[in-house]
């Protein structure tokens, strides 16, 4: 079974660029979240999506961050305007349902300078 | 939400096993104890979850004390493919939020 798929691995912009990341889920997965690793601290969620409904974006600095996922599979979180401390891993996760087991994909590293 | 509190780093010889704690004292009766870990450079894979029964799987044990307040994980035969940071976190059973802490460190050496 291919496990979640995430790309870039490495991104580097400078401040006030914009940014976006992408995330294949596994297949057949309803349940999709993003979420942010600054440097020594666990993962913390953002935002998720049930298919392409958001479920909870509590998190999601709204006046800067979007996400969507339109078809209910593959989903995009953009950052714009960048800032620096918006460097961090970037990290996408899937389960079948919204209780279940989470499988994360390798994240996406950006580093804003 | 019940908060967890872990040691922050951890050694362990290879071929030993290795018990790593996690203290949860605010656990309400409805919530579970998740363990999930991180090898550097990847996402956090899930080991095992419990209420309050131990549990064990092919990748490691979870002995639960009896008031619930506290944890241990056991991984039986530590290989130095477990270096990694363990998270303890606690899981409303309606409540699909995975909330991270720092979690332990734990370093496996030859």
């Known amino acids: 079974e291919a496990g979640v798929a995430q790309s870039p691995r490495y991104k580097i912009i400078e401040k006030r660029q914009s940014v976006a990341f992408w995330c294949n889920p596994i297949s057949g997965h309803a349940t999709l979240y993003w979420y942010q690793q600054i440097l020594g601290q666990g993962p913390k969620l953002l935002i998720q999506?049930?298919?392409?409904?958001?479920?909870?974006d509590s998190q999601l600095p709204k006046d800067r961050f979007s996400a969507e996922r339109l078809k209910g599979v593959d989903s995009t979180l953009k950052i714009q305007p960048a800032k620096l401390e918006d460097s961090a891993v970037y990290l996408c996760?899937?389960?079948?349902?919204?209780?279940?087991?989470?499988?994360f994909g390798p994240g996406t590293r950006l580093t804003v300078l | 939400d019940a908060k967890t509190t872990q040691p922050t780093s951890m050694d362990c010889a290879e071929g030993r096993a290795a018990n790593l704690p996690c203290n949860h004292s605010?656990?309400?009766?409805?919530?579970?104890v998740y363990w999930y870990r991180q090898i550097h450079s990847q996402g956090p894979q899930y080991i095992i979850h419990?209420?309050?029964n131990n549990e064990t799987n092919e990748m490691a044990s979870l002995i639960i004390t009896e008031d619930r307040k506290s944890s241990t994980l056991i991984l039986p035969h530590a290989t130095l493919r477990d270096t990694a940071v363990y998270y303890c976190i606690v899981r409303p059973t309606l409540d699909d939020k995975l909330i991270f802490g720092t979690g332990t460190r734990l370093q496996v050496f030859p």
């Open positions: 605010t656990i309400s009766g409805n919530e579970y």
């Open positions: 996760a899937s389960s079948s349902r919204s209780y279940n087991e989470q499988f």
């Open positions: 999506f049930q298919n392409n409904g958001v479920v909870d």
């Open positions: 419990g209420l309050k």
